[in-house]
């Protein structure tokens, strides 16, 4: 039995779900498609009814309820809870960043929900309602009513007439912290390295947010503690930005979960790749989805896609 609780178990799990989802490959040859093709191709993929008529939002929403079912199932065995709340944590920053950043910038519902994984704190009707929402004080107000932990210090950011986004996002941040660290000290050496790149990740995003405008902010004062290095590393690359920063750092910690698997099979990267390879596929099948409504063609989809291709 592992210290961490029935983690061999929840491996085990979780290599079987794996299974499920949507591979490589697959993605590939629905890269270009439209709307019809690829929802019936999904749909019966994923076991979930294609919605009709198909749309971005129905499709979206299809690899949103497929997700669900799968983090239902894997949160029945006790050994992942610790990965779990990390990665549902994380999640949830994602998720309220869209959700606020959507209602300052008046954005449709469908668009505010796109690529969003539900959690337990946010389950997809809790999502669909924060997408509804007009402003940013509206989405917390709701949030307050849902007791999410990240309600009470989002509450005295909104309740200013112009929201600053970088305190909200830093704010974001601060609370997927909190609630990783204190996870991951239930979890294995890994899981807890894990948590220290992700905050390492968002501290280099928040970095990047703060470069692109003038702000009399101490840069120092914005740096989120619980990651490995003082100041996060930033990818100089031409155009980078926060997404970019993202979907990069989802591609390396995939890689460095396969390479952790190979090191300690029965500790949590059988649980941390799956979990991010579900990621992974919910993001793909948006960046197709929306591919698909603006007619783009599989040469530009397809170098963009992060599910890896093994």
Known sequence: MSPW??????????RGLALHLVGRAELEELAGADFAALAEALSRRLGEPPGAPPTAATIDSMARHAAARLLRRLSRWPGSHPALEI??????RRALRAMLRGAVQAAPQEQ?????????CLPERALSELARQATPRQVVAHLVALRHPDAA???????????????V???????????????????????RAFVR???????????LALAAGPREIDPLRCVVEGGSSTVA?????????????????????LSIQRRQM?????????LLSFLLRLEAQTVDVCRLTWGAALGAPATVLVPELVTPCN
């Open 5 to 14: 609780g029935d983690l061999a178990t929840a491996d085990a799990r979780a």
């Open 87 to 92: 990665f549902e944590a994380d999640q949830d």
């Open 112 to 120: 505010r929900m796109a690529g969003l994984l539900p959690t337990t």
């Open 153 to 167: 210090r989002l509450l005295p950011l909104v309740a200013q007439a112009e929201p600053s986004l970088f305190d």
């Open 169 to 191: 996002d830093l704010a974001l941040v601060r609370g997927f912290a909190a609630r990783a660290t204190r996870a991951a000290a239930n979890g294995d050496p890994n899981l």
């Open 197 to 207: 790149r992700r905050i390492d990740l968002c501290n280099a995003e928040l970095a």
């Open 233 to 253: 590393p930033l990818r100089r690359e031409p155009g980078e930005t926060p997404a970019r920063l993202e979907r990069a750092g989802l591609l390396d910690e």
């Open 262 to 270: 190979r090191v300690d099979p029965l500790g949590s990267a059988p």
